[in-house]
């Protein structure tokens, strides 16, 4: 778990505070999307199924500020549609960073070169690179050509720049498990990237149905398998120790549904980044007006019954390693390594 220490402290001094506060409901990432639009179509996407309109959409820098202001939250993490397409992106990660949030902004790479020295490195802040698999799989994903060679390229070249570069990973139902490794040895081991992300796709309502969709029983198959030859202690990977426990089954917890809102053009999604059960003006109604006992595993909620997305169970892990000496010890040792 390669996240900074200057991160950690930060987010335990955050979650010490709510404690304090005795602030049952409190945002540990605002998942912000200033934009829909997109220049790929990517398998398994939501976004595209919105109308036209509401996909050329720009949500005002102000707009955004003034969402990350409300909710609090020290972590942001920019997706959309391509953040690099909106004109003013540049102008939003540095009035984000001027408030000492920890930035990540997410992107298929395809713009990263071209806008690079619209932005500048920062402890705070992180490109995200969406890297689905090696060349073949990673461009049949994104049904384009050539989107896999210029994502490495760009990241080379951000991190010429000396900028801090991670990527993101999606993990399909039908990805071979020798293929998911050598994408992620790549990355590890050849092209370097300081962390790598892995995210399960589970099934949600604007993606439609689909055999690319995972169970939660097909997910811990298949993460026991990844992780069992030891390579989980070898790559560099920015998840919590306790959340790869639970894809791999040997760890069971319920997800925290209110921890990563999701703010859009749209307005705040409810309850969380999978699941749209209306959209709200202000963080304070979400977290007020949501009935949060009817989403989660224990709830017996069918949409959530087969999920275990990163944007609900890992901020469960982090709070229960924050809770735990045991495994904020084993947290920082991996983190040491």
Known sequence: MPVSLRQQSRIGAYLLAQKLRRRRHFPLIMQLEPLFACNLSCAGC??????????????????????????????????????????????????????????????????????????????YFSWVVHVDGLREEHDASVRREGVFDAAVHAIAAAKAAGFS??????????????????????????????????APAFAHEAAG???????????????????????????????????????????????????????????????????ADGYLPTYRELVETTDWSRYGHASGDAACRECLGHSGFEPTAVLLTMRSLRHALRALLETAR
């Open 209 to 275: 149905s689909s055999d690319d969709f995972l169970s939660a029983g097909h997910a811990r198959e298949l993460f026991r398998d990844l992780f069992a030859d030891g390579r989980r202690k070898h790559w560099r990977i920015n998840h919590s120790p306790l959340f790869l426990d639970l894809l791999e089954g040997r760890a069971d917890f319920d997800c925290t549904t209110w921890a990563i809102p999701c703010y859009s053009v749209l307005g705040w999604q409810r309850p969380c980044y999978l699941r």
């Open 46 to 123: 939501g976004k595209r199924q919105h109308p036209a309109e509401v996909r050329r959409q720009l949500m005002p820098v102000e707009t955004a500020l003034a969402a990350a202001d409300e909710c609090g939250t020290p972590m942001v993490s920019i997706a959309g549609g391509e953040p690099l397409l909106h004109p003013e992106i540049d102008r939003l990660v540095r009035a984000l960073l001027r408030r000492r949030r920890f930035v990540y902004l997410c992107t298929n790479g395809l713009l990263l070169e071209e806008r690079l020295d619209r932005f500048e490195p920062s402890p």
């Open 165 to 198: 570069v991670m990527t993101n990973t999606t993990v399909y139902a039908r990805q071979p498990v020798e293929s998911l490794r050598a994408v992620l040895d790549l990355l590890n081991d050849e092209i370097h990237v300081d962390a790598m992300m892995l």
